[in-house]
């Protein structure tokens, strides 16, 4: 069953898209990182490594859902086996039955941000051939420098993924920082990507934050300096990083990628704060 955060009147669940051995050796993915980070990131996080040292990696979307309105969903997986992470992921998504778990159906999506557009968080925006919007009514928000930087990116995305949302009028563009509602906020949070962004949830004062890629992995939290090595601008990631824990001082955080969905800031905000003071030193 997908696991369940409340903050406040909001539900977040974290819905599974596939899992599995990460195709390149953590440590060329984060060439940085010494033996003590390894060491401290696996006592944090041990499902993130396999017997035989490999990066295992989990793909999420999270569903985010005031009392029983309509469901704002945060990216979309790897997605079908003829989707674009199917050259590289290692397993096709499964999205359709995580979603059915939660009760939730691809109708009840109202509003679905893309935190960036790299494969594995767009597989199930678009599906089928020709491609539609696998959330029929749902609109689709992207940043506008993310948008600026799709042909960059992939190619492939304009006529794969940006075409089919225009021409379903489904596609809206965002600038900068975004209120959704109240409680719901876009952060532009760029470097992995050019436009990526990140979600931040609020109640009273609780605030979850979904990241997105702004991290990858546990190690990138007991260093948050650490570039991990398919960011597109690494010093700009890494001041994304810094910046968005410090200034928002989230209490949970809702990753894609490390190997339990939500994780409280708390029990890694030593290296957040330490690792600040080594990149801006007073």
Known sequence: MPLNRTLGS?????LTDGEG?????????????TAAHWAEADRRDP????????????FRSFAIRAGDGPVTL??????????????????????????AAAGIDPADVDTVVLTHLHSDHIGWAVTGTPGRPYFPNASYLVQRAELDAAE?????????????????????????????????RLLP?????????????TSADERMLLTGDLLVHMVQLVDPTLAYAHEED??????????????HSPTLL????????????????????????????R
């Open 10 to 14: 909001i539900t977040v669940t974290a």
């Open 21 to 33: 051995a990460f195709f390149q050796p953590r440590a060329e993915a984060f060439p940085q990182a």
């Open 47 to 58: 499902g993130s490594v396999t017997a035989d040292g490999q990066w295992w990696l989990p």
């Open 74 to 99: 945060v990216d979309t997986g790897i997605g079908p086996t003829d989707a674009p992470a199917a050259s590289w992921a290692p397993v096709p998504g499964r999205m359709p039955a995580e979603l």
């Open 152 to 184: 960059t990116l992939n190619p492939g995305l304009p006529a794969g993924l940006i075409a089919p949302l225009r021409a379903a009028g489904q596609l809206r563009v965002v600038d900068g920082e975004t209120a959704l509602t109240p409680a719901v």
């Open 189 to 201: 949070t760029p470097g992995h990507t050019p436009g990526h962004q990140s979600v931040l949830l």
């Open 234 to 247: 690494p010093d700009q990631a890494r001041t994304s990083r810094l910046t968005t824990l410090q200034t």
């Open 254 to 281: 809702a990753t894609p990628h490390l190997s339990t969905p939500f994780t409280p800031l708390r029990a890694v905000d030593h290296g957040v704060n330490e690792a600040a003071d080594l990149h801006h030193p």
